[in-house]
């Protein structure tokens, strides 16, 4: 699959750990770019594709047990599905695609969160998506108090959310590792302060990304 060479659009993520505000942030970026005249769309992981959106559930689901590495199988696997069916397809039009999480995710939350080996996780990334990597990520980096705080405000907790603050702990660390490793790709935003703030860098990242 080579995805990268037959891309015009350009593929942005965003990531975080739960509470981050990556919808809020996520939905001003795709009206950022559509009043610059590209068609863009939004997206999710898990999720994106109808199959994908049937793994979400059980992914999600309080009620289902699973071994870590078949957590990171099933991500994997609809994110196989999300790439074939919504991202390279939009992209190959030249659209803009937006992703609420993508690969990013799966080292942060089963490779630091649930502690597989990170060198599976690459096995995984090599075999799903070649070279392909997002043209831009953007990581809102929240403490796990105050992630905390926004999640159980919204909603009931759902499998990941249920989480101890250990957990998140190692998942934020884990986004912070990574967002060093590849730092032209992974810009960190400070989602610890005020919307107008965060929205303000996010808004200087994009500007300085689309020169
Ligand atoms: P969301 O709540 O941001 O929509 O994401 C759903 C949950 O799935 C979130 O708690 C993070 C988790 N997740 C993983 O554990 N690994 C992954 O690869 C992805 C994409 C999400």
Redesign the pocket.
């Known amino acids: 699959m080579m995805i990268s060479e037959t891309s015009k659009g350009k593929f942005i993520t965003m990531e975080g750990i ?1 509470g981050a505000g ?1 919808s809020t942030h996520l939905n001003w970026l795709a009206d950022f770019f559509r009043s610059r005249g590209k068609t863009v769309v939004v997206t ?4 994106g594709t109808r199959l994908g959106e049937r793994l ?1 559930e059980l ?2 689901d309080n009620y289902q047990t699973m071994h870590g590495e078949t ?2 199988l099933l ?2 696997a ?2 196989r599905e999300h790439l074939d069916k919504v991202i390279v397809p939009a992209l190959d039009q030249g659209n803009w695609v937006i992703s ?4 990013d ?2 080292f ?3 490779g630091g ?1 649930r502690g597989l080996p990170i060198q599976k996780l690459e096995v995984l990334e090599h075999w799903v998506q070649g070279l392909f990597q997002p043209d831009l990520t953007l990581y809102l980096d929240v403490t796990v108090e105050l992630g905390r705080q926004r999640t159980s405000a919204i909603k009931t907790a ?1 499998r ?2 249920k989480e101890r603050d250990e957990f998140f702990q190692r998942v934020r660390e884990c986004y912070l590792e990574r967002a060093r490793k590849f730092p032209q790709r992974i810009r960190v935003i400070n989602a610890n302060l005020p919307l107008e703030q965060v929205n303000k860098s996010i808004e200087e990242t994009i500007i300085s990304f689309c020169k």
């Open positions: 739960d990556k999710r992981e898990p999720g979400r992914l999600l957590e990171a991500m994997f609809a994110r609420d999480r993508f690969t995710a799966s942060a939350y089963q969160g759902d990941f959310e």
